[in-house]
């Protein structure tokens, strides 16, 4: 489960399915995660990593680069490494989405910004997101991350 910002309430977690520490994958990593109506996924780039997100179900607005596409069931968009990308559930049913990654370092991102289900989360301060973004190799736009490529 996402551990909240002050003042947010409930924000949902995810599935970390293929990872090094998971399942022993030195390469993949595989994520899932259900987007309620109007959840979205902030304007971010990873350093490292290529992703590919797939719509298992559902209405997602992508904003990737200088492009903006509307996805649906059985949708998918290719994101590349020092791309800035933004996702959002535009329709009115929660979203499944999968998100394959070309190598690892984003689950450390996941891991650091979240706690096991069965755990209770704690507000997370935005430095200790900035901590997590650096450990995954990830930036977030105006968020206080400093992005190398600026």
Request: aromatic content about 4%; proline content about 7%.
């Amino acid at each position: 489960m996402w551990r909240p910002e002050p003042g947010e309430i409930n924000v949902g977690g995810f599935i970390l399915k293929v990872t090094a520490k998971s399942n022993g994958s030195p390469h993949l990593v595989v994520v899932t995660e259900e987007m309620p109506p109007g959840a979205a996924i902030p304007t971010h780039k990873h350093l490292e990593q290529d992703e590919i997100v797939l719509i298992d179900k559902g209405a997602i607005h992508a904003h990737v680069g200088e492009h903006e596409r509307d996805l649906h069931t059985g949708g998918m968009v290719f994101i590349p490494a020092h791309t800035w990308v933004s996702l959002k559930n535009t329709g009115s049913q929660t979203a499944s989405i999968a998100a394959v990654f070309s190598a690892p370092g984003f689950e450390d991102h996941l891991r650091c910004e979240s706690v096991p289900a069965n755990e209770k989360p704690t507000t997370i301060s935005q430095a200790e997101e900035n901590k997590c973004d650096h450990m995954g190799h990830v930036v977030y736009k105006d968020q206080g991350d400093v992005d190398p490529q600026r």
